[in-house]
């Protein structure tokens, strides 16, 4: 079993900058992938990207790219997500999520298992 340990939130204006961690424990050697996710109130979860343990291979929705940074740091068990430039559109709830790999991430996040407690952010206008 993974578990997952968000942080980093928090509220910010808009233009602003926010990074999330989220932190690895537990059984992660069958778990080559990594994701992050939001949800925004009345709407449904949103893939927003993924990045690969092994190579650091990243991948984002098309709404962040330019603006959002996914790394990981292997030695910490933790990847970040880096936001510039945020949007008040970007205001949701960011959950990290497990996966055996970054492509059932993205295609099937439904059958992911491991995922954090979620973080809120916040972008004022």
């Known amino acids: 079993q993974v578990q997952l340990v968000e942080s980093g939130g928090g509220l910010v204006q808009a233009g602003g900058s926010l990074r999330l961690s989220c932190t690895a424990s537990g059984r992660t050697f069958n778990n080559n992938g990594m994701g992050w996710f939001r949800q925004a109130p009345g709407k449904e979860r949103e893939f927003v990207g993924t990045?690969?343990?092994?190579?650091?291979?990243?991948f984002y929705e098309d709404s962040v790219k330019g603006r959002f940074t996914i790394s990981r740091d292997t030695t910490k068990n933790t990847v970040y997500l880096q936001m510039n430039s945020l949007k008040p559109e970007d205001t949701a709830v960011y959950y990290c999520?497990?996966?055996?790999?970054?492509?059932?991430?993205?295609?099937?996040?439904?059958?992911?298992?491991?995922w954090g407690q979620g973080t809120q952010v916040t972008v004022s206008s």
């Open positions: 999520a497990a996966g055996p790999n970054t492509q059932t991430l993205r295609y099937n996040p439904a059958s992911i298992k491991a």
């Open positions: 990045i690969s343990w092994t190579g650091g291979t990243t």
